[in-house]
């Protein structure tokens, strides 16, 4: 895995060779392509100029790679996901280019600093939360491990909100991160395809005679593919992640131009091209929006021709197009993949149902990411037959085959048939994506132990009992690269100077650290770092106004999406009965705590946005407070995203991990912690639970009732008011909150809050509240003893090699995908000295 004939060189008069390059190459671009002198320049500027002459190094890899595909006999995988939150690009591939220090270093002889053009580069926010950066890391750890990979998806013109906290609640701001210009792309015009919508299906007799369907749609637009290099950890492989834009067929209708009706001409062309316009911000919440519906078809439509005019150019037809492309469904988003790739076999390119069917159940696998029912995904059956009548009818066909082998497999049973239909009959008729999802597909996975184990359990227990061996688990990692790598320098240069840097590409290798737990002088250095990082933070929140934050202090973070679920308000509970308690007793014996929180509230998730309210309105109080000045602080950073989360994983302590049982599928950002040597406090659920087997139970805080319990509890009938009532500290708590003390005396502005703790509580904080607090005990007096805390996050650290994406990805190839590794090699060399004759 080492890659050959490339700038990075360790000779001293290479590297000022390179230097000098990269310099004239700055120089060049900020002359030719940006058209500025270097005085009247923006830091804009610099940063297209520093990120093209970037891109210019990676492109010998990026040919080289696509031309590796076409001549090789090499199986691809395209994954299809509505979402990739890749994070900013020019820190990630200056690291996986190797060319850190060489770019920083013609920086700072520039007279330009580093740090500076790297934090300007406006983040493509193109995901929601965990599912778009899962399908960040997968891509990283495909073009690492020399995986041929496409990842295709959806170029948001506006891509994840930019929150603002005004007044305690949550603003939305349109997200404009192609306003500066994207130099990470390369726009295809040559390659659109053209995508309908609506009309009509006619059936007709072709040349031969041959009964054929045909789909007449009321509309077509045009998808323009953008392609973004994926590079590799220091390998020669470039992978694609192509994003689909909306165009219209034709930019205006002359016609109707030319009778005056100037609106009309328009309409056309802006009704295409909101298509792609926006992300929608709901994170497991299933909305039904005819829009999105749209956005779906649009881009799978889109990858799946293109995926067929790849293999037509290899191979005469696409009897063995599974042999090619092995295509992942990154939840249901993109599942009318399904009817849709029947579609292109049967009615463009005439293979029987039969052959269809077995071709596109040999490609498909799907990838389930929850199991909260509000996420799961059914489409009104008269909605999807208007906008896609010819995909309504081949699903019809297919659930009518499915349900006839259920009934020969189950006879007499209606009531499994009623269960396994696509088609939901209960009320208003639904088609339940994640049916055919299982359906279509010759593997199903879910994304950590628990979470399979439930699938199998309930979810999809039918499934699971008519096909045993299609449902595995392929427990969700993240890359070391961004999550360690390039957000704490700090931590890599200590890692490897310990143990070398194989880690960075074989994550068991932290392994390797456990014994230095008893070395003295390692510890001191580990707790430096994690100090360092801290200081990095409290230098950037120290203004004259708000608080400045204590680096001694226990840094207690909960980063995520706000969701009732995930259950900050547990996290909120204690503070303020530490508050309270503190307040009471000043001489309390617990340690200072700085409380950080971080995350998006869906903007029609009520709940969640008064919960951001309720976070900021505590943090007001509480750090104005002299009573706790130095003791207690709360901190709600806004606008969390990738960018952010470099600062925050790095820093933290304390990582919060606290949702219900049975309720995270995995959780992603519990990986990011650990490996950056946070301890956890939180449930047996999703990842949570294999982390802790990773780390032994001594290192880790459980708290909580396990789904079993939940399971019990809720049988038993759960009522809140009944713990309320004889809990003291959480009736102090909750009383604070009600009686307007956090709200300058208004009694009703938390009240809904409140109302549905004590009356409904369906994510059961009271029921977990005492032993939360209890656990928080410990992990204060935990703390208190640095060495015992260090020697804990060291081996939280070292354990961590299981939550490699790269240990993913290498099972996906193994159970699911059944691809190798594809070495590329720099054959295409140079370009001709003397320019191009064309032919
Ligand atoms: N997840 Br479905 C999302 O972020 N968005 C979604 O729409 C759906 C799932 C998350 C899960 O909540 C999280 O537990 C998991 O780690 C992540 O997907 C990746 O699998």
Redo the contacts with the bound molecule.
Sequence with gaps: MTRTNTTDCNSHTNDSNNIKKLKRGFAYKLFYQQGVWPQNASLNDYYLAVSYTVRDRMQKMFLNSIRALQEKDSKIVGYLSAEFLMGPHLHNNLINLGLYDQVSRAVEESGLDIKQIIDHEEEPGLG?????R?AACYLDSLATLQIPAIGYGIRYEFGMFDQEIENGWQKELGDRWLHPGNPWEFKKAHMAVEIGSGGYTERYTDDHGNLRVRWVPARMVKGIPYDTPVIGYRVNNVNLLRLWSAEAPKSFDFDDFNVGDYQGAVHEKIMAETITKVLYPN??QFRGKELRLLQQYFFVSCSMQDMVRIHLFQFPNLDNFPDKFAVQLN?THPAIAVPEFMRLLIDVHHYSWEQAWDIVTHTFAYTN??LLPE?LEKWSVDMLGRLLPRHLEIIYEINSRFLDLIRIKYPGDVDVVRRMSIIDESGERYVRMAHLACIGSHAING?AELHTRLLKNHTLADFHRLWPDKLTNVT?GVTPRRWMVLSNPRLARLISSAIGDGWITDLYKLRKLEPLVDDPAFCEKWQQVKFENKQDICAMFSCDCGPVFNPYALFDVQVK?IHEYKRQHLNLLHIVNLYHRLKNNPDLDVPPRTFIFGGKAAPGYTMAKLIIKLINSVADVVNSDPDVKNRLQILFIPNFNVQIGHMLYPMADLSEQISLAGK?????GNMKFSMNGALTIGTLD?ANVEIREEVAPENFFLFGMDVNAVEDLRRAGYNPQTIYNQNEGLKAAINLIAMGHFSHGDQELFRPLIDSLLYHDPYMVLADYQSYVECQQKVGEVFQDPGRWTKMAIRNAARMGKFSSDRSIADYCRKVWKVKPLPVELKLQRLPENGFKFP
């Design positions: 929601n939360g965990g599912l778009g899962l994170d497991e939840d990411h929850t996420a994304v969700n999406r995270e599928a995995s959780g992603t999703g």
